[in-house]
């Protein structure tokens, strides 16, 4: 018997949400700025007229946002909102799930065209080519998506620049699996990195039930089974000029895949998301450098977690391995090291914004919300806030500081991290050192409940290996020892 969605939110919502049912938010909604953050509304609904700063305005089925500013204007009701929290939405209440995750293929889209790196990088590696963006996909941070198979919501290919770095991530779903791509590329002052991950997260079972008394998390119980997948890393970075590149970049990717729960929570926009997070630290400190490297992680098992009381209990059989790939390191005077992290594939629990439209609701583009929002803002927000809206849109606050952080209300998510370092040819006796790192992680976080749970995590699984080349090197051997 195949297993559906079920589940319960049997709550009381707090004096300040102002709610819309489905059909009259749509009818409601004129347009949606770029970022999700601003919202154009129809000057003829009561609610709209009615909202103000300190409201949370709640659409069933489609987004709970806190307005920090709303401003009637020619064009309509100019609503500036920023994430709200669960918390923020519901006095109390109960909310149960059971979500039997399942992926279906949807129509593959067209390979973008592809570029060579320089030439001179192909002479010392063998030559990677990067994705290069196209038309409108160059314009816009995300492509509108489908729907697969099974009802998720799949977003187009996500491509923009973030923190300098050209980023591109796609979710293609198949038969019991979504297939999971990520390629990040930057050529600067002589600087060239292509960074890529490819892999997969398998069909997955999530279950949770949370209690909410008085706008306070009382427990949360939730699951992941059936959780498997695998993940290929690469990179190639290199630096044909002098002088130092050691820049970290943390780069939050947006979801990839929604699998949207309202329609088992009365309309509570809740919904399970597939993202990823990556860390780039690179250390680099002379010209003619280079190092590239891969490894492969692989998980698989089940993990049932429970937060109560700003803590974390845990219980379940989560398994993984991890393989270092091929290394390869040309410095030849100073020495130097790349580290990358990915927290792919993260799944996340999430009280949000649904980012797909049908095309009739929406009769404003978004660049006119832009600019109508923009306009709203400078007149409604402090410089302070106005500055935070501009940098972080649907975050005021400082969310992406740690791009391995999470504002899921429950998460999953696995860390791959590789280290590696290199003494440069000038050394007496030139070695290498790899370090490679896999930890499975579970947990909420404050970005969804508030500051009365903080953010709670628990590892629940680690694995290391180090490799030193040639072998016996006590130099690489004792990097990191005091």
Known sequence: MKQKLSGYAHVTYR???????????????????????????????????????????????????SVIGAEATP????????????????????????????FGRSQAA??????????????????????????????NAEAKGTVDAY??????????????????????????????????????????????GKGYISNFQFDSAISIKQSVLQNMDTSFSNLSGLMNFEWQVAKDSGGVMAEESKIKLPEAIEIPLAEVLDGLPMYLEVSGAILIHPAITGGKEVTRGQFQIRYDGF????????????????????????????????????LVAFAAPRVELSLGLNKIYDESDIKKAADIVDKLADQVAKRLLSPDKYAQYQQNGLHLNDVFKNALSTDGAAYFQMVGTSASSFTGMSSISPCSRYDLSLVGQVGASAEAWGKSIGTVSKEVFRKGITKVDPPGMRLCENIGKS
């Not at 192909?122 to 080519?129: F, H, R, V």
């Not at 050209?166 to 979504?178: L, R």
Request: aromatic share 4%; charged share 15%.
């Open 303 to 338: 993990q049932h977690f429970q937060v109560k009381s700003g803590g974390v209990d845990t219980n379940g059989n989560l398994s993984g391995d991890i393989q270092l790939g091929d290394h390869q390191d040309l410095s030849p005077t100073a020495p130097l090291g790349m």
């Open 15 to 65: 004096s300040n949400v102002r709610m819309m049912e489905a059909d009259e938010g749509k009818k409601a909604l004129i347009g949606i700025s770029s970022n999700g953050a601003s919202l154009l509304l129809d000057p003829s609904n009561a609610t709209a007229r009615s909202l103000q700063a300190g409201d949370i305005l709640l659409i069933k089925g489609l987004l709970a946002r």
């Open 75 to 102: 064009d309509g009701v100019v609503v500036l909102t920023q994430h709200a929290l669960l918390t923020d939405v519901i006095q109390d209440g109960e909310i149960k799930l059971h979500a039997p995750v399942r």
């Open 151 to 196: 009802g998720n919501i799949v977003k187009g290919v996500f491509n923009s620049v973030i923190n300098g770095w050209d980023c591109t991530y796609q979710a293609t779903p198949g038969d019991g699996q979504t297939n999971l791509e990520i390629t990040l590329k930057r050529n600067v002052g002589g600087f060239v990195a292509l960074i890529t």
């Open 110 to 139: 067209a390979d973008p065209a592809l570029e060579p790196l320089p030439s001179w990088l192909n002479l010392i590696a063998t030559p990677a080519y990067a994705q290069s963006p196209t038309g409108e996909m160059a314009k």
